[in-house]
């Protein structure tokens, strides 16, 4: 890797997804304080909590460095899902998902420090969810995977099994758009295969 290429993100799916197209990140979660944030635009919001992630690891990291931070929502009805607060929650969220469409958005927020310039996007994935059956949802909730996952449910996971249908995106669902990551480092100067690792 010619650049240090950091994730301001825990997420495993992520850091996993990046590993599979050959970019091994420094992880480097943030601890911004996402309670700071209530607007209850979810393109707003899920941008600027990329935002406000990305910009507190930058500032810890000497140039160059690129930091990408990324935040993801479930919006359905204008109502916003992110992670659940424990089973029950996870329950009636899916009771709410199953037989409709929601809208999955993953804010983007990418900081070169070498050149100081930052680029933010969206990308929005429409998600088709199963009619799912109250002892499916139970027994999908009781896992323990949609407990950790915005919208209450894992497309890498078990909760694969319960999506019928993706409109855009597949990997902006699991967390991180990657055709989006490559256009923005495009537009900074960057080839993605110059942060490939050898194998």
């Not at 990046?18 to 996402?34: A, M, N, R, W, Y």
């Not at 700071?36 to 406000?52: C, K, R």
């Not at 009805?77 to 992670?83: C, N, S």
């Not at 919208?151 to 694969?160: H, I, Q, Y």
Request: charged share 20%; with cysteine.
């Amino acid at each position: 890797m010619t650049i240090p290429f950091i994730l301001a993100s825990a997420s495993p799916a992520r850091r996993q997804l990046l590993q599979t197209v050959g970019i091994d990140p420094i992880v480097q979660p943030s601890h911004f304080d996402e309670s700071q944030i209530t607007t209850t635009d979810p393109e707003a919001l899920v941008t600027t909590l990329a935002t406000g992630k990305a910009e507190v690891v930058a500032q810890q990291q000497p140039p160059p460095a690129l930091v990408l931070g990324c935040d993801s929502v479930l919006e359905l009805g204008g109502e916003i899902f992110g992670k659940p607060k424990g089973i029950e929650d996870a329950i009636a969220c899916w009771q709410t998902l199953r037989g409709q469409t929601g809208r999955l958005l993953t804010g983007h927020t990418l900081i070169d420090r070498q050149q100081n310039r930052q680029l933010v996007r969206c990308q929005i994935t429409e998600v088709d969810f199963a009619p799912l059956t109250d002892s499916q949802i139970r027994a999908y909730a009781e896992t323990g995977e949609p407990l950790h996952c915005a919208g209450c449910f894992a497309l890498d996971g078990r909760g694969g099994l319960f999506v019928d249908r993706i409109r855009g995106c597949h990997s902006n669902v699991v967390g991180l758009s990657l055709p989006l990551l490559r256009q923005m480092l495009a537009e900074l100067g960057y080839d993605v295969t110059d942060l490939w690792f050898n194998e």
